[in-house]
């Protein structure tokens, strides 16, 4: 009988969380100017934001929500480059990362580099964080000043004007909404990253 009322606990707990409703103004913001073409979820970040750091090495929300997003969504990921000395350069590199299909292996350690360990003071700095992550030097050469990366790095500065970023992390459904931390619950930062997927699952499906 426990283990059916267990089953049951866990059923409408279920539901509640699937049938939950956000609203627009509190866990999201309307755009009062859609910006279309945009990928269909965007996270904007960079790598000198202490926030961003927190957000994807010791939280990983941005893992949560690929994970709780239905499947066959796209989530893209753009540096910004308003931030810190070389947030050009890290743009670029971070291009350089998505023309190679590297992101995965230049996140954790461009973090730790940059905000950890300092030791990304210029371009050359950067170059080796890719290339201490098993990057071939001469494709990140190859890559740097590539029509492709030059490309990227126009859709980065694009999405971000277009869409009047103000800051960092954002994320974007759509090109219609932005989620909104601000009005989430922080009491626990579990739920609250449970939240955040959810409310991006929750706008991707959104009519």
């Not at 190679?100 to 730790?112: H, Q, R, S």
């Not at 103000?166 to 989430?184: C, D, E, R, S």
């Amino acid at each position: 009988m426990k283990k059916i009322w267990l089953a049951l606990t866990g059923m409408m707990l279920a539901f509640s969380v699937s049938a939950a409703q956000y609203t627009d103004g509190k866990e999201f913001i309307t755009l009062q100017k859609p910006v279309a073409g945009e990928p269909q979820v965007l996270e904007f970040f960079s790598f000198y934001c202490p926030h961003c750091y927190q957000f994807e090495e010791v939280l990983h929300v941005s893992d949560t929500v690929k994970k709780k997003l239905p499947e066959g969504t796209k989530m893209t990921k753009y540096h910004v480059e308003f931030l810190g000395p070389l947030g050009k350069d890290l743009t670029q590199a971070w291009a350089v990362a998505l023309a190679l299909g590297v992101e995965d292996k230049i996140t954790a350690p461009m973090f730790e580099a940059v905000q950890k360990t300092q030791s990304v003071q210029n371009v050359a700095d950067i170059r080796n964080v890719f290339i201490n992550a098993g990057v071939k030097a001469e494709e990140y050469d190859a890559a740097w000043n590539s029509f492709v990366v030059k490309s990227l790095v126009a859709q980065q500065e694009k999405a971000a004007a277009d869409l009047q970023l103000q800051g960092v992390p954002a994320i974007f459904v759509n090109g219609k909404y932005q989620l909104n931390p601000q009005g989430m619950d922080t009491s626990n930062m579990d739920a609250f990253v449970q939240q955040y997927a959810a409310v991006a699952k929750f706008l991707v499906e959104k009519k």
